[in-house]
């Protein structure tokens, strides 16, 4: 019995040996069929070869190193770490990169735009980011808005691209001028060997500042968006599954964000998805609806307990009139909690839409006061020797004054954007840590109505500004007040049916009440009597069908109360409304 045993373990044996053996050989012959053994049976990994555009900055391009460089290049990097692949990159032209894709140069591409017909030709990974097109002109182009305008136009376009694409499909009847990168489709547009050109968003802001291409500008900001990502063969799901793992790992742990933000953080608006909606939308929209239900019953128990008492205090009057002022402070109380949470929402919605925007031209106007300031003495020196030339249309005599002052204006208004955005946050609370200053009321109307000026030119042909002498400075933040200004004008424009009707504007010192004055009336159509005392409540307009929010006269009352000072309104239905602003002066005199 044991020898019978034993025999079967040897008899085992040999076939378990016999089958390694011939599966040894069979792997041998399948992988070294042309004389040579796979590198990655014996632990070497395979190399990936990942292709890109050689200058689509700031996505992909070479640097001045020589070596690949950008969002793209850096995420793959990100990718192949976390997921143990070495990678090689072999950056060039985009059509050369597309046709090496197909014929197996490389194995990947590290971005490329979606559409049907690219969905034919190759797997796509999932988007990792959004493009954006827009259409570029000279600042002496006739104005466009839309890409229907380009028809029969010259336009620079880069070759292979998702543009590119999209035109010829569309039948594009204008001339299409394609070229090599982006950067030759924009230094054609700024040489004037194109009417326009057609490039995607941040690669062109990126390549105008790099370039110094001064003369160009984004004359529309969206006319196409394309989803964003990784591009294999057809058939190649295995790669593009790793890619996908890889993004996901990535963004889990934050090194997505943080790639995002190095490159793109500031020049491109932030992408919502469906998760962050439904994220936030839980975080707000749950609390609001307990709160909501819990405001509905009480004030459902309030009115109960208010009838019962009725009844009850009915024999003594004054127990009645105390059960009747609870009632409106009660009241007011639940108005006020259901403001707050109204504006909570608002200003979750519009921050991110409104900060972004702001930020780009907060980063790119001091590079433009610095090179306005680098050349100023270069052109001085030019005018000195060849006398006046022109510059911008204009003669360089005027431009050199006013340049600057266009530049400090971008840069002022920019940042009175972000100080509106500050105060729809601090609506409920209120910010007394703001700089305080002394205030010119005279220049800050009259910065208010350079601000306002097209406004004002399209809605009335008569406006009178009598500016008031000898009137002391008030103490506060000029900012704000300003913004306040600017708020009066542009209701009292808004308010006038055509341009006949006119505005008038006056500034003046109360020495009874010692408060300096600002007086706006318009000949506008006027707010019904019933109105008036709702003016400052937050969300309160009579032009909810033509955009307004009820935010503006809400948020200048609240910044006028902290200067000290109050809005008084006077109107008549048809005939027009008189806004009267006064702010305690300061002055020396007044406080000895």
């Given at each position: 019995m044991t020898i019978s045993y034993r025999s079967e373990i040897r008899s085992r044996a040999r076939i378990h040996f016999i089958s390694f053996l011939s599966f040894l050989l069979i792997t041998v012959f399948l992988t070294g069929k042309a004389g040579s053994v796979d590198l990655s049976a014996q632990g070497a990994p395979h190399v990936i070869v990942v292709g890109g555009d050689?200058?689509?900055?700031?996505?992909?391009?070479?640097?001045?190193?020589?070596?690949?460089?950008?969002?793209?290049?850096?995420?793959?990097?990100?990718?192949?770490?976390?997921?143990?692949?070495?990678?090689?990159?072999?950056?060039?032209?985009?059509?050369?990169?597309?046709?090496?894709?197909?014929?197996?140069?490389?194995?990947?591409?590290?971005?490329?735009?979606?559409?049907?017909?690219?969905?034919?030709?190759?797997?796509?990974?999932?988007?990792?980011?959004?493009?954006?097109?827009?259409?570029f002109a000279r600042r002496d182009s006739p104005m466009v808005n839309s890409l229907a305008e380009l028809e029969g136009k010259s336009v620079a376009v880069h070759r292979g691209g998702i543009m590119h694409d999209k035109l010829v499909r569309e039948g594009f009847s204008g001339s299409?001028?394609?070229?090599?990168?982006?950067?030759?489709?924009?230094?054609?547009?700024?040489?004037?060997?194109?009417?326009?050109?057609?490039?995607?968003?941040?690669?062109?802001?990126?390549?105008?500042?790099?370039?110094?291409?001064?003369?160009?500008?984004?004359?529309?900001?969206?006319?196409?968006?394309?989803?964003?990502?990784?591009?294999?063969?057809?058939?190649?799901?295995?790669?593009?599954?790793?890619?996908?793992?890889?993004?996901?790992?990535?963004?889990?742990?934050?090194?997505?964000?943080?790639?995002?933000?190095?490159?793109?953080?500031?020049?491109?608006?932030?992408?919502?998805?469906?998760?962050?909606?439904?994220?936030?939308?839980?975080?707000?929209?749950?609390?609001?609806?307990?709160?909501?239900?819990?405001?509905?019953?009480?004030?459902?128990?309030?009115?109960?307990?208010?009838?019962?008492?009725?009844?009850?205090?009915?024999?003594?009057?004054?127990?009645?009139?105390?059960?009747?002022?609870?009632?409106?402070?009660?009241?007011?109380?639940?108005?006020?909690?259901?403001?707050?949470?109204?504006?909570?929402?608002?200003?979750?919605?519009?921050?991110?839409?409104?900060?972004?925007?702001?930020?780009?031209?907060?980063?790119?106007?001091?590079?433009?006061?610095?090179?306005?300031?680098?050349?100023?003495?270069?052109?001085?020196?030019?005018?000195?020797?060849?006398?006046?030339?022109?510059?911008?249309?204009?003669?360089?005599?005027?431009?050199?004054?006013?340049?600057?002052?266009?530049?400090?204006?971008?840069?002022?208004?920019?940042?009175?954007?972000?100080?509106?955005?500050?105060?729809l946050k601090d609506f409920a609370r209120r910010d007394d840590t703001a700089n305080k200053e002394h205030i010119d009321l005279n220049t800050v109307v009259r910065t208010a109505l350079r601000l306002v000026d097209p406004t004002i030119r399209k809605a009335t042909n008569h406006l009178t500004v009598d500016y008031g002498e000898g009137i002391p400075p008030i103490l506060g933040n000029s900012q704000r007040i300003e913004q306040v200004v600017v708020n009066l004008i542009l209701n009292a424009c808004q308010a006038l049916p055509d341009a006949e009707r006119g505005i008038w504007i006056k500034t003046l010192f109360n020495r009874a009440t010692a408060s300096v004055i600002l007086v706006a009336r318009d000949e506008g159509i006027g707010i019904a009597h019933e109105n008036l005392s709702r003016l400052t409540d937050p969300f309160f307009t009579t032009k909810r069908e033509n955009g307004g929010t009820g935010l503006g006269l809400s948020v200048s009352d609240g910044i006028i109360k902290e200067h000290g000072g109050h809005l008084d309104f006077e109107s008549v239905l048809g005939a027009g409304t008189t806004v009267t602003l006064s702010i305690p002066a300061f002055s020396k005199e007044l406080t000895t």
């Open positions: 050689r200058d689509y900055p700031p996505y992909e391009f070479i640097d001045k190193n020589g070596q690949p460089a950008g969002f793209n290049v850096e995420l793959t990097k990100a990718i192949a770490d976390v997921m143990g692949m070495k990678v090689e990159f072999k950056l060039g032209g985009w059509s050369e990169q597309r046709s090496a894709l197909q014929n197996g140069h490389v194995d990947v591409l590290e971005g490329m735009s979606l559409s049907e017909e690219r969905v034919k030709e190759v797997e796509f990974s999932l988007p990792y980011a959004m493009v954006n097109h827009a259409v299409l001028q394609l070229t090599p990168t982006p950067a030759d489709a924009l230094r054609l547009l700024a040489a004037g060997k194109a009417d326009y050109a057609i490039v995607a968003i941040v690669p062109g802001m990126y390549i105008i500042r790099e370039l110094k291409l001064t003369n160009l500008y984004p004359a529309v900001r969206n006319v196409a968006t394309h989803r964003y990502g990784f591009a294999v063969r057809k058939g190649n799901t295995e790669l593009l599954s790793r890619f996908n793992e890889g993004m996901a790992i990535l963004r889990k742990t934050g090194q997505y964000d943080t790639i995002y933000n190095k490159w793109l953080g500031v020049l491109e608006p932030e992408r919502v998805d469906w998760r962050t909606i439904v994220k936030y939308g839980a975080v707000v929209v749950v609390p609001l609806v307990v709160l909501l239900g819990g405001f509905a019953l009480w004030s459902r128990t309030l009115h109960q307990q208010v009838a019962l008492r009725t009844i009850d205090l009915t024999r003594e009057i004054a127990e009645r009139k105390h059960a009747e002022e609870e009632l409106r402070l009660n009241q007011q109380q639940l108005v006020q909690a259901d403001k707050l949470a109204a504006l909570g929402v608002l200003v979750s919605g519009v921050a991110h839409e409104i900060n972004n925007p702001t930020g780009l031209i907060l980063l790119d106007v001091p590079i433009l006061k610095r090179a306005q300031s680098d050349t100023e003495r270069i052109l001085e020196e030019y005018f000195g020797v060849h006398g006046d030339f022109t510059i911008g249309g204009l003669p360089y005599s005027e431009m050199r004054d006013e340049i600057p002052r266009i530049l400090d204006e971008m840069q002022d208004g920019a940042k009175r954007i972000k100080r509106i955005v500050n105060d």
